[in-house]
């Protein structure tokens, strides 16, 4: 990646970590992204911790198909680990990344799977 184009969702991230923070009532579900992965986790930011972590890089992970697909069933796989922990509610956080394609493919099939953001 780029220097500019970091600098960029680095300057984003931040803006944005400005206004969201994760309580232990509505933690904050947030994507990383990279060139062959992804990486979800809902994290309790007054404990600084990660509550529940999904993403295509463990070897038990079994996913198949395009990157978006791939995307959309790691959605539900976070949504169905959070629900078992007994949370419901989350806000989002985009990381910087543009709402469109793997990230918007993840926060539906999240929706779908029973968050609420």
């Known amino acids: 990646m780029s ?12 803006r944005v970590r400005k206004k969201i923070y994760g309580t232990s009532e509505r933690p904050r579900m947030t994507i990383f ?20 972590s999904v993403s295509t890089s463990k070897k038990s992970e079994t996913l198949k198909g395009s ?25 989002f956080d985009r990381n910087g990344y543009i709402y469109h394609g793997r990230v918007k493919a993840i926060a539906e099939a999240a929706r779908e799977g029973g968050l609420e953001f």
Do not use: C, F, P
């Open 67 to 91: 990157n978006v697909e791939t995307a959309k069933q790691l959605g539900k796989k976070i949504a169905e680990k959070a629900i078992s922990s007994n949370i419901k509610n989350v806000i």
């Open 33 to 52: 992204r990279s060139l062959k992965h992804l990486y979800i986790q809902i994290v309790d930011d007054t404990l600084g911790k990660t509550l529940v």
């Open 3 to 14: 220097h500019m184009k970091l600098q960029g969702r680095t300057r984003r991230k931040l």
